[in-house]
């Protein structure tokens, strides 16, 4: 069975970090395109933060601006998110998502069920 569990979100002040953590099973990492994370505010849209590919390729929404960083470990069947540098415009939750594809196109079908994370200033 698919499944995609995040794990990882709290509060923070401006400044901290925190490492977002997405436990797949069902084979999910070894047949995607792509794996990725994804946040949405109150209010606001779904936006895609980060995304890795199957070979390690590493894509960041331009608000990253460096402050992030995506990693997988396809032995564990995980996709990591370390966030730095945190402030409250990143407050959100948090959703691992998976491309399956064919083809491949950044098509997220496939959801986990989303973590908070609180910036407080």
């Known amino acids: 069975q698919v499944q995609l569990v995040e ?3 709290g ?3 401006t400044g901290g970090s925190l490492k977002l953590t997405c436990t797949t099973s069902g084979g999910v990492m070894s047949t995607s395109c792509d794996m990725g994370w994804l946040r ?4 606001k849209e779904r936006e895609l933060v980060s995304a890795i590919s199957r070979s390690g390729s590493t ?6 601006q460096g402050r992030f960083r995506i990693s997988r470990d396809d032995a564990e069947g995980r996709v ?3 966030m730095n540098l945190l402030h409250p415009a990143d407050t959100a939750v948090y959703y691992c998502a998976a491309d399956p594809g064919p083809p491949c196109g950044r ?3 496939v959801w986990g069920q989303g973590t ?5 200033s």
Request: proline share 4%.
């Open 7 to 9: 794990s990882g979100g």
């Open 11 to 13: 509060s923070v002040q």
């Open 40 to 43: 949405q505010a109150p209010g």
């Open 59 to 64: 894509h960041y929404a331009s608000f990253v």
């Open 80 to 82: 990591y998110l370390q």
């Open 107 to 109: 098509d997220w079908t």
């Open 116 to 120: 908070q994370v609180t910036v407080s």
